[in-house]
């Protein structure tokens, strides 16, 4: 085997990995943030009565996890098409655009949020198809 067939090895195998590292990592620090203080304060969720605070948690948590649902499906006809290269930077483009609105939610605003976790769940679900690939 040669040198330059090693390199794209580890270089494919480390972008699986890293695929697969986003998922998790997607998927467990939302419970740390939805308990934090000023993420209350901020998307005024502090003011809500339980049940409705409780609708809006497990909203966010769904919304991610619709989102890498749907993204694989969504992902094959763009890896079918364009090729994976194209595939896995549309997934990066797509998880780096929802955390940015996630970040960046205007004035408190939780549909910009939501639509932020519904688009990183998006490209980690594409990603997670093309990755592997």
Same mark, same amino acid.
């Given at each position: 085997?040669?040198?330059?067939? %090693?390199? *794209?090895?580890?270089?494919?195998?480390?972008?699986?990995?890293?695929?697969?590292?986003?998922?998790?990592?997607?998927?467990?620090?939302?419970?740390?943030?939805?308990?934090?203080?000023?993420f209350l304060r901020s998307f *005024?969720?502090?003011?809500?009565?339980? %049940?409705?605070?409780?609708?809006?948690?497990?909203r966010i948590v769904t919304l991610?996890?619709?989102?890498?649902?749907? &993204?694989?499906?969504l992902g094959m006809p763009v890896?079918?098409?364009?090729?994976?290269?194209?595939?896995?930077?549309?997934?990066?483009?797509?998880?780096?655009?929802?955390?940015?609105?996630?970040?960046?939610?205007?004035? &408190?605003?939780? $549909?910009?949020?939501?639509? &932020?976790?519904?688009?990183?769940?998006?490209?980690? &679900?594409? $990603?997670?198809?093309?990755?592997?690939?």
């Amino acid at each position: 085997m040669s040198k330059s067939s %090693n390199t *794209h090895l580890y270089i494919a195998a480390s972008i699986a990995c890293l695929t697969a590292s986003l998922f998790g990592y997607s998927v467990g620090f939302i419970g740390g943030v939805l308990v934090l203080p000023s993420f209350l304060r901020s998307f *005024h969720l502090n003011e809500l009565p339980p %049940n409705e605070l409780a609708s809006v948690e497990s909203r966010i948590v769904t919304l991610w996890l619709l989102g890498a649902l749907f &993204g694989v499906p969504l992902g094959m006809p763009v890896c079918s098409r364009l090729g994976r290269k194209s595939c896995l930077l549309l997934s990066a483009l797509l998880y780096v655009l929802g955390a940015a609105m996630q970040l960046a939610s205007p004035n &408190g605003s939780l $549909g910009v949020f939501e639509a &932020g976790r519904l688009l990183n769940g998006l490209g980690v &679900g594409a $990603g997670t198809l093309a990755s592997p690939i």
